[in-house]
C-alpha cells in the first residue's frame, strides 16, 4: 500500500493504520492491494472479470465487511465487478469507498459496479464515501453503479456521501424488492468549481407492501451542475417516497426529475423536490452570534449535509 492510498483510506473507510476489524478487500490502481475473509465472511476473486464476489453467510451477524477501493495517481482507468450474495437473516455493514487521486495531466477514473442478492429477512447497512483529491490537471472520475434485488423481507439501506473534489460523478442506482422488502437511500452531494454529478434511481416495488424512501441532500457552488433524477415503479400494494432537497450558491445550477408509476391500485407513492439559495435570514441569525457571511454559509451547509 502506497501513502496516497493510506490517505485516501482514513477518509473514505476509517482506516488508522492497523488492519480492519474483519474482512475486508483492499483495491489499489486496479489490482487487489492485501485481503482477508473470516468465518462468515468469504471473498474470492471472479475469474472472467476484475472483481470479487462477497460471499455473507446466516450466521453474520453485526459483522463489518470493508472494500474500498482506491486510485493514487494519474493515467489510471479502473473498472471492477462485485457481487455480494447475501444469504437470509444475515445482518452486515458494508464500507465501499472509494478515492481517486489525481498528481499529472492524464484522468484518473473508477468505476464500480455492484451487485447486492439479498436474501429473505436479511439487513445490509452500505456506506459509500466518495471524495477526489491531487493538485494534477487530470480529471478525477468516479461512476458507481449499484443493482440490488432484494427478497421477501430484506432491507438495504444505502448511506452514500461525495463531498466535493471529483470532476464528474454518473451515479446509477437500481432496485427490485419482494414481499415486504424495504430500500432506504440517504445521499449527500457537495459540487463546486465545474463540477458535474448525475444522480439516477430506479426503484420497482415489485412485492407486496414493499417499500422505498429515497432522500437527496445536495449543494451545488461555483460553477457546478447537478442533475437528480428518480423512477419508482409501484406494481404491487406498497409505498414509495422520494425527495430530492438541493441548495445553489454562486453560480451552481441543479435540475430535478422525479417520477411515479402506479401500476396498482394500492400503490402509494409520493415524490418532493425544492431547490434554492440559503435564506437571508438564516445568514442573517449567525452573522449577530459573531460569524462572517462565509462562515456562516459554511455552517448551514454542514448541518444540511449533515
Known amino acids: 500500500m502506497n501513502k496516497i492510498t493510506d490517505e485516501?483510506?482514513?477518509?473514505?473507510?476509517?482506516y488508522d493504520g492497523n488492519a480492519f476489524d474483519g474482512a475486508y478487500n483492499i483495491r489499489q490502481d486496479g489490482q487487489c492491494d492485501s485481503r482477508r475473509s473470516t468465518e462468515h465472511v468469504?471473498?474470492?476473486s471472479k475469474i472472467t472479470e476484475p472483481g470479487i464476489d462477497i460471499y455473507i453467510s446466516a450466521q453474520a451477524q453485526g459483522e463489518t465487511v470493508y472494500i474500498p477501493a482506491c486510485v493514487s495517481h494519474s493515467g489510471v482507468n479502473d473498472l471492477v465487478?462485485?457481487?455480494?450474495h447475501v444469504e437470509a437473516k444475515a445482518n452486515?455493514?458494508?464500507?465501499?469507498?472509494?478515492?481517486?487521486?489525481?498528481?499529472?495531466?492524464?484522468?484518473s477514473q473508477h468505476n464500480g459496479i455492484h451487485r447486492f442478492?439479498?436474501?429473505?429477512?436479511?439487513?445490509?447497512?452500505?456506506?459509500?464515501?466518495?471524495?477526489?483529491?491531487?493538485?494534477?490537471?487530470?480529471?478525477?472520475?468516479?461512476?458507481p453503479v449499484t443493482d440490488a434485488y432484494l427478497e421477501d423481507g430484506a432491507v438495504l439501506e444505502m448511506d452514500t456521501i461525495?463531498?466535493?473534489?471529483?470532476?464528474?460523478?454518473d451515479r446509477k442506482t437500481s432496485a427490485t424488492l419482494g414481499n415486504r422488502a424495504r430500500f432506504i437511500v440517504r445521499e449527500r452531494l457537495l459540487t463546486s468549481g465545474e463540477e458535474t454529478a448525475v444522480t439516477d434511481f430506479t426503484v420497482t416495488l415489485e412485492g407486496k407492501d414493499s417499500g422505498v424512501d429515497l432522500v437527496s441532500r445536495s449543494v451545488a457552488r461555483g460553477k457546478s451542475q447537478q442533475s437528480y433524477r428518480s423512477t419508482i415503479i409501484g406494481n404491487n400494494r406498497?409505498?414509495?417516497?422520494?425527495?430530492?432537497?438541493?441548495?445553489?450558491?454562486?453560480?451552481?445550477?441543479?435540475?430535478?426529475?422525479?417520477?411515479?408509476?402506479?401500476?396498482?391500485?394500492?400503490?402509494?407513492?409520493?415524490?418532493?423536490?425544492?431547490?434554492?439559495?440559503?435564506?437571508?435570514e438564516q445568514i442573517l441569525k449567525l452573522r449577530t452570534l459573531g460569524l462572517t457571511e462565509e462562515e456562516a454559509e459554511e455552517r448551514i451547509i454542514a448541518g444540511f449535509l449533515k
Do not use: M, W
Open 8 to 14: 485516501l483510506l482514513r477518509q473514505i473507510a476509517d
Open 238 to 280: 406498497c409505498t414509495g417516497h422520494s425527495e430530492c432537497d438541493a441548495i445553489l450558491s454562486e453560480s451552481g445550477t441543479v435540475v430535478a426529475l422525479p417520477a411515479l408509476e402506479a401500476n396498482h391500485i394500492d400503490a402509494e407513492l409520493v415524490h418532493e423536490a425544492a431547490i434554492g439559495k440559503i435564506a437571508g
Open 42 to 44: 468469504r471473498i474470492e
Open 81 to 84: 465487478y462485485n457481487d455480494f
Open 117 to 143: 442478492f439479498l436474501g429473505e429477512d436479511s439487513h445490509v447497512l452500505y456506506k459509500e464515501k466518495h471524495i477526489g483529491t491531487g493538485d494534477g490537471s487530470g480529471a478525477r472520475r468516479i461512476n
Open 92 to 107: 452486515v455493514t458494508i464500507v465501499a469507498g472509494c478515492g481517486v487521486h489525481s498528481d499529472g495531466h492524464e484522468e
Open 162 to 169: 461525495q463531498l466535493s473534489g471529483v470532476d464528474t460523478t
